[in-house]
């Protein structure tokens, strides 16, 4: 019901000058995301419940532990509403940890762990290291155009392999893919949230507003 509701709210809502994004709120940095949509005079509200899907317009999953948020996800009956709202085109965007979520497949997920899916890609948990390994560069997308992205990396994930339907944004000096899209999905491995960054966030809403 959650899934048709959003799916609704996509036909009529998306439309609106001031689109409403959702910031799933169970666990990780959904603050600082809120953050950066204030900057950018967009009307956000935490997720919590599936009933809320019907009132927003695009979703952002922030980053935190994947393995976290699937509980939490499936405990507060958030899981299949979220997979329905995905299939049904609701505009997502995952950081880090809500890559993860996204994937459909996980190469070294935990015992138990699951992902809502949607993204045609193998994604590789904590593939930077652990917290220590943590990092900063100048990442070129050239969707953006100049200047490079700052982007911050904190135990981060990789995307290990991207089937015919994603689309590669962005990649490491080295070709590890860290930004992804597929119709109504974006994903990033870093956190443009942390460094006042808001380009990815704007290209966010422009697949909103063309929902």
């Known amino acids: 019901v959650a899934g048709s509701t959003a799916a609704r709210r996509l036909i009529v809502g998306s439309s609106a000058a001031r689109p409403t994004i959702g910031v799933l709120a169970l666990q990780g940095d959904f603050r600082e995301h809120i953050a950066v949509l204030g900057q950018l005079d967009i009307d956000s509200m935490p997720v919590k419940r599936a009933d809320q899907l019907g009132d927003i317009d695009g979703l952002i999953i922030p980053g935190g532990e994947s393995s976290v ?3 939490l996800c ?3 009956g958030l899981a299949e509403p979220l997979k329905s709202a995905i299939r049904s085109g609701l505009p997502v965007y995952g950081t880090c940890a809500g890559l993860i979520m996204l994937a459909d497949t996980i190469a070294d997920a935990i015992e ?3 992902s809502l899916g949607g993204f045609d890609l193998v994604v590789r ?3 930077f290291g652990s917290q220590v390994d943590s990092f900063e560069t100048e990442l070129e ?3 953006l155009g100049e200047p490079p992205v700052r982007a911050v990396f904190i135990r981060a994930p990789v995307v290990e392999s991207v089937g015919p339907k994603a689309q590669i944004l962005a990649s490491l000096g080295d070709g590890r893919v860290v930004a992804v899209e597929q119709d109504n999905l974006l994903g990033t491995s870093f956190h443009p949230e942390l460094t006042g960054e808001t380009r990815l966030h704007d290209y966010f809403l422009a697949k909103v507003r063309a929902a």
Do not use: M
Request: glycine share 6%.
């Open 74 to 76: 499936r405990l507060f």
């Open 125 to 127: 948990r904590n593939a």
């Open 141 to 143: 997308v050239p969707v």
């Open 69 to 71: 948020i699937d509980k």
């Open 112 to 114: 138990g762990q699951q």
